[in-house]
């Protein structure tokens, strides 16, 4: 694609003709859940996904680029402004820095800046070109940083040192103002290995953060509880229950994303269920300003163990399990827990359509606790993910025909 050109900044040769402008789009995803943003990703926007180790990525043109805000399952996302492969790595500090300093000239900032600029509804000038800077004053630059993410253990230099020198050449052939606090622009400087990205981050802050005001000591990430949410399958009408709820991630995402289903959910301990309806008070009070209708859960103060609810009353069940504890200085001991736990939710359950969603990181507990409960639940698959760098289990159960009493 041509560089813009001196007289207009905002010009390009892909303007000249009717096609849109166009973009790939990387986001990050949960490790283990790509696949499953590739598959919303379709559904949703009407484009394949391409996957990554914990990225996904997609073409879009600026038209549509306003449509992937309603991706409820990636933490980030950033447009692609170039890539460089086999980058030429001399080993020698100096040279290698001195190579990242040359390829910032070498860049068409152009279509990503277009993107991000429609994204963020930024709508001043920005020079895209040497040649372009010249007629801004400087204070009308727009702000930037540069972050670097390194992978592989055979470089010369250190990400910061590498951000400092990539930021610095921005910094002298644009006159982009440095700010690393409250930059309007982000440049993602990835290099892994000999490869090199360069992008531009469209989201301030993580997905993940969204709907949760009042925290617990494991609040489930909402782009997680989305994605266990989507393996549910959930139909309209179907009565969806989080027996363990915590601060209330899931059922949250559950209303939010599924309002034709019936939403119930609770806790054995009062604490979490007055933060999941304090959570739930705060995301109608954001939905009233927006005019949208109010979202509704049920929320039971209650014991996995012993749920009041009738036999062959639910349709899905999504949860996070307890994985440990901390009870008089020593870990909860799960196997009662789960075992009873999972014998309660087969009750409830409703008999061959049933399902549940589990995410537990004790692995050893949860494949004895599915053996023992094999009467009435049946492991469909299992999904192994990253979740705060330890890995955990995301089992899909089918419910059995087997009567329980």
């Not at 253990?153 to 103002?177: L, Y």
């Amino acid at each position: 694609m041509a560089a813009p050109t001196e007289e207009n900044v905002c010009t390009s040769s892909a303007q000249d003709t009717d096609a849109p402008l166009s973009a790939t789009i990387g986001t990050t995803v949960t490790t283990g859940f790509e696949n499953l943003a590739c598959q919303e990703c379709k559904e949703k926007l009407g484009v394949d996904g391409r996957t990554g180790r914990g990225r996904m990525f997609f073409d879009i043109t600026i038209n549509e680029l306003l449509k992937i805000n309603s991706l409820r399952g990636v933490d980030n996302m950033f447009v692609i402004v170039t890539n460089f492969k086999d980058h030429n790595f001399s080993g020698e500090k100096e040279s290698d820095l001195k190579s990242l300093i040359d390829l910032v000239t070498q860049i068409d900032w152009f279509t990503g800046l277009e993107f991000w600029k429609c994204y963020s509804s930024y709508e001043r000038p920005v020079a895209a070109t040497v040649e372009a800077c010249a007629k801004l004053e400087p204070s009308d630059q727009p702000t930037f940083r540069v972050t670097c993410h390194r992978t592989g253990t055979k470089h010369s230099f250190t990400s910061m040192e590498a951000a400092a020198q990539f930021g610095g050449s921005i910094n002298d052939n644009f006159k982009w103002r440095v700010d690393l606090s409250h930059a309007d622009i982000d440049v993602l400087l990835n290099i892994a290995d000999r490869d090199i990205q360069i992008a531009i981050a469209l989201t301030r802050e993580s997905m993940h953060r969204r709907n949760i005001t009042h925290f617990g000591s494991t609040t489930l990430r909402a782009t997680l509880a989305y994605m266990m949410l989507r393996l549910g399958e959930i139909q309209p009408g179907d009565v969806v229950c989080d027996p363990m709820c915590g601060t209330g991630a899931i059922p949250i995402e559950a209303a939010l994303n599924w309002p034709s289903a019936v939403h119930m959910c609770g806790d054995k301990y009062e604490h979490p269920c007055t933060h999941t309806w304090k959570n739930i008070a705060a995301v109608n009070e954001k939905r009233q300003k927006k005019s949208l209708l109010p979202i509704s859960a049920d929320i039971i103060n209650w014991d996995v163990r012993c749920l009041p609810l009738r036999t062959n009353s639910v349709d899905v069940i999504v949860s996070d399990l307890v994985s440990f504890v901390p009870k008089s200085g020593s870990k909860f001991n799960n196997w009662e827990l789960y075992h009873k736990g999972l014998t309660e939710m087969a009750r409830i359950c409703r008999e061959e359509s049933g399902r549940a969603v589990l995410l537990t990181q004790d692995k050893k507990c949860m494949t004895k606790t599915i053996s023992l409960c094999k009467d009435f639940w049946k492991n469909r698959r299992t999904i192994w993910i990253n979740q705060g760098g330890l890995q955990a289990g995301v089992y899909i159960l089918q419910r059995t025909k087997t009567l329980l009493t």
